[in-house]
């Protein structure tokens, strides 16, 4: 596969896939497709093709360029169900040499096992391990180049020609979304459906959002579904499948998907009363693919517990902390933004001291 890097952007001519068809049948056997129940097996089967290849662009995107610097795991290299439940990510993604993954794939591999239905669900102690060792689960989400995002950019279909296909890439950019799907509910048939009404129906759900309205619910809902949200990192592939093109756009984390700007989309269903509902972002928002070790470059994560006293924790199983839920965890991406908080101003001895590099403060 030949790929290219330009303006941030990874192109790939990948000809010939040696992809095989007997695993994108068994997946589209397997599939239920909660979304479009009415859809044709052989668009299943097209659809389930095209996100194997997106998965495949990207594969290869990380072997050509950040392998220095980023490792990875594919989930179809983690499953043990013969592909017959439905993949909760598609890559584990980690800073190369910094992890042992073995403890992570077993406990991947557990939760697959433990699911009794075909929806694997990641448990709190896999997510848990993942969190403390900064390792990054991934989601890849690809879309067919539409017609009209050719037409209004002017493509003729050489994408030989360095101009033409850039003036494609920020057609697609300037119109297509980034998106995810809610926690509280995916599909809804109000047609003015708003942010205000999913705050209701999250508060109806969630007790500890009860004293919360306006501004401040918002808020704290958006905080509810970071948590809940169980991909950190989402990646946007952009297909060609004829011309066998395919053009990695960019990459979002779930904090900054998930913040104040985000909007919530409905999408009509075909044939249906039901909307679909997605948290998106415009694709102009995305960061670059060749960035995304950037993500690694902060520091460590850090956990709080909102019932105690000012110390912040590096390692989930702390004594102190490893008895709040996981929902109730505060949660800051560095140190500094913990003290930024204003309350948690101090290291826990007990589980700082364990990492090897206390250094003396507080
Ligand atoms: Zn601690």
């Known amino acids: 596969?030949?790929?290219?890097?330009?303006?941030?952007?990874?192109?790939?001519?990948?000809?010939?896939?040696?992809?095989?068809?007997s695993i994108v049948e068994q997946i589209v056997d397997h599939t239920e497709e909660t979304w479009q129940p009415d859809r044709r097996d052989e668009e299943r089967g097209s659809?389930?093709?095209?996100?194997?290849?997106?998965?495949?662009?990207?594969?290869?995107?990380?072997?050509?360029?950040?392998?220095?610097?980023?490792?990875m795991k594919s989930y179809d290299d983690i499953r043990n169900d013969d592909f017959e439940k439905h993949a909760p990510f598609d890559f584990l993604i980690w800073k190369k040499g910094t992890v042992d993954i073995?403890?992570?794939?077993?406990?991947?591999?557990?939760?697959?096992?433990?699911?009794?239905n075909n929806f694997v669900h990641l448990s709190?102690?896999?997510r848990r391990l993942c969190k403390d060792a900064n390792v990054k689960i991934a989601e890849v989400k690809s879309t067919q180049i539409r017609e009209d995002l050719k037409r209004n950019s002017g493509f003729s279909g050489n994408y030989e020609d360095g101009n033409e296909v850039r003036k494609l890439i920020n057609e697609i950019k300037s119109k297509d979304d980034i998106f995810c799907y809610p926690y509280f509910t995916r599909?809804?048939?109000?047609?003015?459906?708003?942010?205000?009404?999913?705050?209701?129906?999250?508060?109806?759900q969630e007790n500890s959002l009860n004293p919360f309205t306006g501004e401040k619910l918002r808020k704290m809902v958006l905080e509810l579904e970071v948590i809940h949200q169980c991909c950190d990192v989402f990646i946007r592939v952009y297909l060609?499948?004829?011309?066998?093109?395919?053009?990695?756009?960019?990459?979002?984390?779930?904090e900054h998907l998930l913040d104040y700007e985000v909007r919530l989309k409905r999408m009509p269903?075909?044939?249906k009363?039901?909307?679909?509902?997605?948290?998106?972002?415009?694709?102009?928002?995305?960061?670059?693919?060749?960035?995304?070790?950037?993500?690694?470059?902060?520091?460590l994560a850090v956990y709080a517990s909102p019932y105690t006293t000012n110390f912040y924790h590096c390692k989930t199983d702390c004594k102190y902390i490893r008895n709040v839920k996981w929902e109730e965890l505060k949660v800051f991406t560095s140190e500094e933004q913990a003290r930024q908080d204003g309350r948690y101003t101090k290291r826990c001895l007990n589980c700082f001291d364990n990492r090897g590099d206390y250094d003396g403060e507080s």
Not at 47 to 71: C, M, S, Y
Not at 102 to 116: G, L, M, W
Not at 240 to 254: E, P, S, V, Y
């Open 1 to 21: 596969m030949q790929i290219t890097l330009f303006d941030h952007i990874a192109g790939a001519y990948y000809g010939d896939l040696r992809m095989d068809d």
């Open 47 to 71: 659809n389930t093709r095209q996100g194997k290849v997106a998965e495949e662009i990207v594969e290869q995107f990380f072997l050509q360029f950040l392998e220095d610097k980023i490792a």
């Open 102 to 116: 073995k403890p992570i794939v077993a406990s991947i591999q557990r939760d697959i096992d433990n699911t009794p």
């Open 124 to 126: 709190e102690y896999t």
């Open 187 to 204: 599909s809804v048939s109000s047609r003015d459906y708003s942010m205000e009404d999913y705050c209701q129906l999250a508060k109806q």
């Open 240 to 254: 060609d499948l004829t011309a066998k093109r395919g053009f990695i756009i960019g990459w979002l984390g779930k």
């Open 269 to 271: 269903k075909r044939g």
């Open 273 to 299: 009363s039901e909307n679909a509902l997605y948290f998106t972002k415009k694709l102009s928002e995305v960061e670059g693919i060749d960035t995304l070790p950037e993500l690694f470059e902060e520091g």
